[in-house]
């Protein structure tokens, strides 16, 4: 059973856009989002993460948006880059336990 | 600079041999995991150990074994019983179960190859 579902697969955007990768969990005990970045052959590294306590979080072009109700949070990224291009993966833990993680979404930014 | 090691980055086998990888980090951290990746595909969870001398099996962790006799050090040993071992494996470590914000530190990977 898939605790932490991801969507989509692979995006392509152009330099501007406004990329949204979705996620949705089942385990109403999670209480940590992050969200991970990866490049190719590289180990992934955290880029932001949230707690349950607020609805959204903000860092630099990253946003996330966090709606406990649905069991859902997403990731935007504002004013998208060539070099956002990589994959980036979802995760929840409980009680700063071990992560669950997304299938990832390979996201493409054209110039 | 603190942070975690994998050593080799690259490593190949030949088909019935037992490889181990190492896994090496200076951040204090009690928690440490291993991940098995396959191209186009997500983390899945091989092994994971709070503490020293302590481990629990992760999601695929047939063909696997791990030890954690020091802190810093836990390595990953791919057995001949392991089917299909060609994969990028990740070490990751953490403030397990310390802090509110559970953050996974990441080496920079060992690529596996079954020849």
């Known amino acids: 059973q898939q605790q932490v579902k991801q969507s989509p697969q692979s995006l392509i955007v152009q330099k501007g856009g406004i990329p949204i990768i979705n996620c949705a969990y089942e385990?109403?005990?999670?209480?940590?989002f992050p969200w991970y970045q990866q490049f190719p052959g590289k180990g992934p590294a955290l880029l932001i993460a949230?707690?349950?306590?607020?609805s959204e979080k903000k860092e630099g072009r990253f946003t996330i948006s966090f709606n406990k109700s649905a069991k859902q949070f997403s990731l935007h990224i504002m004013d998208s880059q060539p070099g956002d291009s990589a994959t980036y993966f979802c995760?929840?833990?409980?009680?700063?336990?071990?992560?669950?993680f997304g299938d990832g979404t390979t996201l493409t930014v054209k110039p | 600079d603190g942070g975690i090691t994998q050593s080799p980055k690259y490593l190949f086998r030949k088909e019935g041999q037992n490889v181990t990888l190492s896994c090496e980090q200076n951040l204090n951290h009690d928690a440490m995991y291993w991940y098995r990746q396959d191209p186009g595909q997500g983390l899945r969870l091989i092994y994971y150990s709070q503490i020293v001398n302590d481990f629990q099996k992760g999601d695929i962790a047939e063909g696997y074994s791990v030890s954690r006799e020091k802190k810093e050090s836990f390595p990953l040993t791919v057995t001949s019983a392991q089917k299909n071992p060609t994969a990028f494996y990740l070490c990751a470590s953490s403030r397990y179960r310390v802090s509110s914000y559970n953050e996974q530190f990441f080496g920079p990977g060992t690529r596996l190859t079954v020849l």
């Open positions: 949230i707690r349950p306590d607020v």
């Open positions: 995760a929840a833990s409980e009680n700063a336990g071990k992560s669950t």
């Open positions: 385990n109403t005990a999670f209480d940590y």
